[in-house]
């Protein structure tokens, strides 16, 4: 945290994504963009935020943006991003036509990073964490939602939360953690999904909650791993226990989980691949936000989410990476961009507003993070270009000069070269 004073000054273009909650429909293209700006940073928070000449305080440290543009830092909404081992193999396998639910269904997949995990210790999970959360800030992501869900069973688990903390107490990226201990049948529990369920409600999630390790509980709701019934089952569990609650929704099959989704108050529902007009409209009207995610569609060869529906229907939607060793290795915000706006119908605007204010509504953190706004932390991201259009047209290559976490520069791409 920077102590006393900074001004960001010579801003071409400060896109603020001004506001408290996630932007729906139409609201998702207004970015709140002042020109000529200037930002002011006290204690790690943001100060004022105006015109150039309107913020001035001498003896203050300056930061000059050269006249490009100064976004809210990013923040990647739904992420895997503490695991052990790789499966480089199973990509292949896939690019050759394997399906992603046969190769879980033979003991692979998801199950095949849960033997790394039981096997890794909490060390080597932490420090491929911190490894990954360094490439994440230099895409200019400021906060991360990680999730548990390669350990499905309790010590393994925990083990995963305990990292994301370390992480979040050590590395300048703030974690949000969720819970996803149904994330898979775990081999132990093989044709017993309801037992594995009673298992996670009676056993882990109290533990979890009394040591407030997590956020969220989510639950991969797909045909083959766990029911709509279970994974109501679940998360009703999970609310009674405090937590807030997020669905891993539609995104190989049609199954309802848009419309539980919406039912159940989650603040997000994420993938929807296949989600139903009325699962979409049911959302709609709850307030969901959609959690949708490009890369691991384009990693998987899905057909994409139907962003454009979707905000067109008045949704809020956030773009998130999903980075996880199996349907989708990239944390790439970029390519994020190249997708949302070349193939879901969505406008460079509402691209920025999935990635900031909606992301942070995601995660249940719009009233601190996300946009530029007095009060908030002071988390921005410098680009090397004048606008935020350069985002989508840079294609899959980051447009990230600096990024600003609680007011101080953690990221210098200048400084990242060696020659
Ligand atoms: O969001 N779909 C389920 N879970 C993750 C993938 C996890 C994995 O393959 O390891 C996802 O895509
Ligand atoms: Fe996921």
């Not at 970015?31 to 790690?44: F, N």
């Not at 953690?177 to 009676?202: C, S």
């Not at 419309?259 to 969901?288: F, N, P, W, Y």
């Not at 057909?303 to 290795?329: E, Q």
């Amino acid at each position: 945290m920077t102590k006393g004073g900074l001004l960001i000054k010579n801003i071409g273009e400060l896109v603020t994504c001004s506001g408290t909650d996630a932007k729906r429909g139409a609201g998702m293209s207004d970015l709140g963009v002042i020109r000529d700006a200037a930002v002011l940073v006290e204690d790690g928070v943001i100060r004022a935020v105006g015109k150039a000449g309107e913020i001035e305080k001498p003896g203050l440290v300056e930061l000059d943006a050269r006249g490009n543009a100064v976004l809210p830092g990013f923040v990647d909404a739904h992420t895997h991003f503490v695991f052990g081992g790789y499966r480089q193999e199973e990509f292949f396998w896939r690019i050759s036509g394997r399906s992603y639910l046969d190769i879980l269904k033979k003991g692979g997949g998801i199950l095949s990073t849960v033997q790394a995990t039981r096997a890794a210790t909490a060390e080597t999970l932490v420090e491929a964490g911190r490894r990954r959360l360094d490439g994440m800030l230099s895409f200019g992501v400021t906060t991360v939602e990680g999730k548990s869900g390669y350990g499905l069973d309790r010590d393994t688990e925990i083990k995963q939360l305990e990292a994301m903390r370390t992480l979040s107490e050590t590395h300048p990226v703030d974690i949000a953690p969720t819970f996803l201990g149904a994330h898979a049948v775990p081999e132990e529990y093989r044709g017993k999904g309801d037992e594995y369920i009673d298992f996670i409600l009676d056993v882990v999630l109290p533990e979890v909650a009394e040591r407030k390790l997590c956020r969220f509980c989510d639950v991969f709701c797909e045909k083959g791993v766990f029911s709509l019934e279970q994974s109501g089952r679940l998360l009703l569990g999970a609310k009674k226990l405090g937590m807030g609650v997020k669905i891993h929704a539609d995104e190989i099959h049609d199954t309802g989980g848009a419309g539980l989704a919406a039912r159940l108050g989650a603040v997000s529902a994420d993938h929807l691949l296949h989600a139903s007009d009325g699962g979409i409209d049911e959302m709609a009207r709850a307030g969901t936000v959609a959690v949708l995610l490009p890369n691991t569609a384009f990693c998987l060869g899905e057909t994409y989410a139907r962003a454009r529906d979707m905000i067109d229907r008045g949704i809020a939607v956030a773009l998130a990476t999903d980075m996880n060793p199996g349907s989708c290795f990239s944390e790439s915000i970029p390519l994020l961009f190249a997708l949302g706006t070349m193939y879901m119908g969505m406008s460079a605007e509402e691209a920025v507003t999935a990635v900031t204010i909606n992301a942070a509504a995601a995660v249940g953190m719009a009233e601190s993070i996300g946009s530029i706004d007095v009060g908030k932390k002071a988390d921005m991201v410098i680009l090397q270009y004048p606008s935020y259009r350069y985002l989508p047209y840079r294609t899959g290559v980051s447009c990230v000069e600096k990024v600003i976490k609680n007011g101080k520069t953690v990221y210098d791409r200048s400084r990242s070269l060696v020659y």
